[in-house]
């Protein structure tokens, strides 16, 4: 496995790999919690679910929240602060069928719009492992929010939306 530094970042190929499962660990948990405690999308909601087009967008809960919880982890913490995946300005994170959305951002379309294009990246990619094996290299390689899967997910919800 390459040891240099990916770009922007201190974290190098090595210390991403190892992290991984803790990551899937920790986004699984998530999910579950969401799942727990979200409520199911509205009519419209469903509706934008299906022009992406998610897979089972029925299967997908939404959870309020004030911020966007940061894993308990310190290796997991750093590496999400690292990369600026979550900042206090993250407004929504989607967790395959789980999305939290910031309560300041409840009512918008688009911030739900782009989680659901997670939504479908994640069907897509065969599971919760599979995706963020991709999107955290992404955001290490490219930067956040110059990764490819996070350009998808702005552009559709942008289309989608206006």
Sequence with gaps: ME????????????QFVQLLPKATLWAEEQEKKILARGIPLSTQQLEDAKIIPVKCPEKTRILQVRSIPLPEDP???YAAQEIRLITPNTIGMSFRYGIYVRYDYWNNRETLVHELVHTLQYERSGGLGQFLEQYLRECIEYGY???????????????ICR
Excluded: F, H, S, V
């Design 75 to 77: 290796e997991l913490k």
């Design 145 to 159: 929010p110059q990764a490819p899967l996070e350009q998808e997910a702005i552009n559709k919800a942008k289309k």
């Design 3 to 14: 040891t240099k530094r990916l770009r922007k970042y201190k974290m190098n190929a090595d």
